[in-house]
């Protein structure tokens, strides 16, 4: 690990690698690439201004990138479908064939937990080699998905090149600003009737330490992140300390799709799934492989995000 690039290092996690990986003795240069710049500053670092639609091969070729980041998502559902699709598809191909003609030998790919799905009858603890089903009409993780299966199938026709899939869950800290957590800040909080959840969280910290060692080790596959237990959403909801009410589950995703398709609201229909059916990751695999001791526990996690929120809210 000597030449590193990171697209999406304008984004929170991709700020945060970059203040870890800047530690490294062994790196000797970054590559940054985003369409705005990082908040991060790091001497290492070489910015390029870049869209990830747009190829990037001769960057990665001209710096001698021997291990590449693919961080560059559309996280939060906008109603230009069009365009989110662009971004996470079109990217992660831009990226895949950058490794490609470049001759990267390390690749890294942060998806996540939510590529499982929300649904009945998801097992206890979830396993690597579960399939992928994303919930429908859910358009972060159908996405998240896809490009979980275009690196899959890289691996797999390139068995020299080393690549690396982590599945994360929810992901808290003092640094991030509410995320895919914004339901928690709702004037009033909804649940589905009948139906109480468990989520879990990883501290920052916590995942900016399995991925620098997942590639100082070199650890190939994938990989299900997550810190230790978790929290049922009942108990999120009195965390935050304001009011819920809860409606049929029927009613919930009906309401959900009407105010999705009259612009009301940026919550894609099938988000609301997560509501009623928990996607709980098995974390044995990545564990035993790197021997990480987690510093926070899920909840932990969960109530040092939540106590960042409330010094800004």
């Known amino acids: 690990m000597k030449n590193v690039a990171i697209t999406g290092v304008g984004g929170y996690l991709g ?10 003795g062994e790196v000797e240069r970054i590559i940054g690439l985003d ?3 990082p908040g991060a500053a790091s001497s290492k670092l070489k910015f390029y201004q870049q869209d990830v639609r747009k190829p ?5 070729a001209d710096n001698q990138i021997d291990t590449a980041l693919h961080l560059a998502f559309q996280v939060t559902p906008i109603h230009d ?4 699709h662009s971004i996470n598809i079109q990217g992660s191909q831009n990226f895949l064939e950058a490794c490609k ?15 499982y799905g929300a649904h009945a009858d998801n097992p206890e603890s979830i396993p690597e080699d579960a399939p992928l089903r994303p919930t429908p009409d859910f358009l972060y993780p159908n996405d998240k998905a896809k490009v979980d299966l275009m690196f899959q199938d890289f691996m797999a026709k390139n068995p020299d090149t080393r690549v690396t899939i982590v599945r994360t869950v929810t992901v808290t800290g003092p640094h991030i600003v509410a995320g895919g957590l914004t339901v928690l800040f709702t004037p009033v909080m909804i649940r589905a009737s009948g139906h109480d959840p468990q989520w879990q969280f990883i501290h920052e910290d916590d995942l900016v330490e399995l991925v620098t060692i997942l590639l100082k080790k070199k650890l190939g596959g994938v990989f299900n992140v997550a810190g ?7 108990e999120m909801i009195k965390a935050v300390g304001k009011r819920s009410i809860a409606l049929p589950a029927g009613l919930l995703s009906r309401f959900t799709r009407l105010s999705w398709n009259l612009h009301l609201q940026s919550r894609s229909p099938g988000g609301m799934e997560i ?9 044995e695999k990545v564990r035993k492989a790197t021997g990480y001791q987690f510093r926070y526990s899920g909840p932990e996690a969960f109530k040092a995000f939540l106590e960042t929120m409330r010094k800004i809210t």
Request: charged fraction near 25%; aromatic fraction near 12%.
């Open 101 to 115: 003609k470049a001759s990267v030998s390390q690749l890294f790919y942060m998806s996540s937990h939510t590529t």
């Open 275 to 283: 509501l009623k059916y928990p996607i709980v990751v098995n974390t």
């Open 81 to 84: 479908e069009a365009g989110t």
């Open 56 to 60: 990037f091969a001769d960057i990665f």
């Open 228 to 234: 230790e237990g978790g929290l049922r959403y009942t």
């Open 35 to 37: 369409v705005r710049e």
């Open 15 to 24: 700020g945060r690698l970059l203040n870890r990986l800047e530690q490294e």
